[in-house]
């Protein structure tokens, strides 16, 4: 880029050759399109009656998926302002795990509103100044109507999640899987004083092909994708008592190169006899602790497998180190790094660990743990991609419950919280001075597309919806939202369709702070760096 100078005519440099650069309203329209083209996508899979959509990518592999996530990581977005809703569906879905096609239908639509007020000459800064007001006033709305519940309830931790999945695939079972999930969750949590936390790292969750959706099961233990070591193992054990290791259970070899010169055949036998014996020192210590089963992150030499199967002793071997911190939580053992002092205490206890067969593996499964702090959720479903699709369901199930139990505060969905806050939102305009209440006008325009989405996907009309809605809510039901079962405005929260706040403040976050990002921007330099791949495409402008 050669900018033409003022004096002298000597051109000064900047920019490497190449670069391209689009300025003023025209980076802002060619921005807030892309931005717009993407929420139009998003839109048709919201809801209950959303559509899913198949994702092919560059080497053929299909995602068939309502993931809001998921949908926008697949779709390989390019445009620099579109890959900005990307990041908005990771924050939403790292942070709360669901409601991120909320998130990014929302904030496009805060970005098209926009559009009409920058139209209408009105600065992008008085519009961002807005509808940072505006979300800090639909938080403190949301706040204020949301119902306060017992973290501990299961009913309502399976109604959240349950709503969660009723968007998806696994719909139909849903009822089953989000017991399942609240149980999960509730076996995990940790209560500190007044308040329960959840590492969702003590959830393992464990996927397989085959059965159906409905084989899905919570196991109180852990599930590892690894078969008993050695065929004349006990495949079975009752009441196991559980070694767990950290250590190699074979002669360790020298860091130095040594030479060992034996002169006659005995001498090597008994050296052999030396090692022999020392292995089985090893299998005669673990046995003398009372371990029945043993679980070891290192390899076994087969002479220790073998005097481990005369023992008796159910053994599996390379394990990940997580799954070791995971066995130690359920089973209550203590992970050993030096088998000399391996003693009971260190034992973990199960009622029951057994190599099953599943589909074409053979699995380990300790089960039956006493009040475990880690969990495996197995998911199963007739195909990998519904099994894949299942798990990615699951995982917003498991997120929104724990979003409750961490923070036990709940609003209806079907659009009402949306509607209600939009409504209290043009209110408040009223008291705000020029164009700012323009701003947030607008931003409550944009809130009432969540409810007019929801309408339109269950083949209402989105009007007479959104009317039904608001007269509804002026007559003091402030959870009437859009029933899309029934095809109804009604009282959402009567017919149990519940979610969790902490959700849907942060599609109100994160969703402002994206759209705001996008409408500060009124200069794209697009570098002229060669892409990395060979013939791969440069970064479009617009
Ligand atoms: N039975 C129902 N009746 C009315 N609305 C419902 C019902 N179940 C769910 N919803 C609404 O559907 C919306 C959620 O849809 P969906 O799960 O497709 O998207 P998301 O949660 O925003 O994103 P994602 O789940 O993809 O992360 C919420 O507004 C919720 O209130
Ligand atoms: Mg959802």
Redesign the pocket.
Known sequence: MVPASTEGQIPVIILREGTRETKGKTAQRNNITAVKLIGNIMKT????R?MDKMLVDNLGDVTIT????T?LKEMDIQHPAAKMLVEV?KS??NEV???????A?FAAALVEKAEDLINKDVHPMVIVDGYDMASEKALELLNKISIKVDPEDKDVLASIAK??M???LVSEDSPLLAKIAAEAVLQVAEKSGETYKVDMDNIKVEKKAGGSIRDTNLINGIVLDKEVVHGGMPKRIEKANIALLNAALEIEKTEMSAEIRIQDPEQMKSFLEEENRMMKAMVDRISESGANVVICQKGIDDIVQHYLAKAGILTVRRVKESDMVKLAKATKGRVVTNIEDITNDDLGAADLVEERKLESDRWVFIEGCKDPKAITLLIRGGSQRVADEAERSMH?ALMVVKDVIERPAIV????SP?AYAASHLREWASTKKGREQLAVIAYADALET?PLT?ATNAGMDPIDTLVGIRSKQAQGIKWA?????NTKVAD?YK?G?I?PLA?KEQ?IKSATEVSNMILRIDDVIASSKPPERPGAPQPPME
């Open positions: 899979s919201l809801g209950p959303g309502n993931d809001g996530a949908i569906a939403v879905d795990g669901d409601g991120t096609t909320s998130a239908i709503t969660a009723e968007s998806k917003d209806a969905g079907g659009g949306e969540i929801l939202g859009v029933d899309v079962f959402i017919i369709i979610e959700v599609i």
